[in-house]
């Protein structure tokens, strides 16, 4: 039989949960010097999680909590195997973004800060043209999710491969040109030197007069001061936000306040959504690990995700 994998849990104190995920998929949890994997619990703190692998000398493996990790992108090397919560909080992201569609067109933000009673306001997502920007797990679980509004998807990735569900797939380089007919616009990408500030006053001006931009991934993919600038002008319909830049917004910020912003609290998935599915995946990670099996969610250093 072989020997459970030593696992270490960082920062310290942090999410007893996770010691319980570590157990389930067979680990031990060790202190740091003796262990070969360490599972991280914090969000970002790159200065402490660099000071973890150099106290880790026998680390091979490190799985890190979120989807993203441009948090930690500087941290990321060829030495260590990385994973992330890639793909694990796919569903309830994706339904946030739609979400935000929904109530984007249908009027929400109108219809929420009235004090009385408005006139009809409102457009059908139901055969609309979209694009959704980004092909991981997040847009594949929205593809799903938008199959039975018969909307025209153009999915935008970083090379024009096939992605099952979308009508169309372009590359990168391509974007202005799918944002000019689209109606509703998802970002759900990593943040990349290569994606931060894709959307500004530029990219506004591809998009429709009445199109709404849904961001579900990271604030720094959007120019905050230039989309300001272009909602207040009416360049584009509207924008639903989970995630913003800054994070969270100055009290008194202008898209507060804008009848056509919707902005939830980076709540795309709550700490009730996260627990069972990032169990999940350390377990499931903990016993490939033991096991010498390919690990779920990895993360190549180089491209940063």
């Given at each position: ?42 969000a ?46 796919a ?37 609309a ?14 593809l ?11 999915v ?42 894709l ?31 272009a ?18 917004l100055?009290?008194?910020h ?34 490939r ?17």
């Open positions: 039989m072989a020997p459970s994998p030593r696992i270490h849990l960082a920062p310290a104190g942090r999410r007893a949960w996770l010691a319980d995920a570590i157990r389930a998929g067979g680990g031990e949890i060790v202190d740091l010097p003796e262990a070969e994997g360490l599972v991280w619990a914090s970002g703190d790159p200065e402490a999680l660099t000071a973890a692998l150099a106290a880790g000398p026998q680390l091979r493996w490190i799985q890190l909590p979120w989807a993203g990790v441009d948090k930690v992108a500087g941290v990321l090397d060829d030495a260590h195997t990385w994973t992330s919560g890639k793909g694990v909080y569903e309830p992201v994706a339904e946030m973004a739609l979400t935000l569609a929904l109530a984007g067109l249908r009027g929400f933000g109108t219809y929420a800060r009235a004090t009385s009673w408005s006139g009809p306001e409102g457009a059908n997502l139901l055969g043209e979209v694009c959704v920007v980004g092909a991981g797990g997040i847009a594949r679980s929205l799903r999710l938008l199959a039975p509004f018969g909307c025209r998807v153009t935008v990735r970083r090379h024009a491969e096939p992605v099952e569900g979308a009508d169309r797939v372009v590359a990168l380089d391509d974007l202005d040109d799918a944002l000019v007919s689209a109606r509703v616009v998802f970002l759900a990408v990593a943040l990349t030197p290569e994606t931060t500030g959307f500004d006053a530029r990219r506004f001006g591809h998009m429709r007069t009445d199109a709404w931009l849904v961001n579900v991934a990271r604030g720094g993919h959007v120019v905050t001061d230039d989309l300001v600038a909602l207040s002008a009416g360049a584009i319909g509207g924008a639903g936000l989970d995630v913003t830049d800054p994070e969270p100055p009290e008194g202008p898209l507060s306040s804008m009848p056509n912003v919707l902005i939830t609290p980076h709540v795309g998935n709550t700490p009730e959504m996260a627990v069972p599915l990032l169990s999940r995946r350390v377990t499931e990670n903990v016993r690990f033991g096991a010498g099996e390919p690990l779920v969610g990895l993360v190549d250093p180089t491209a940063g995700y």
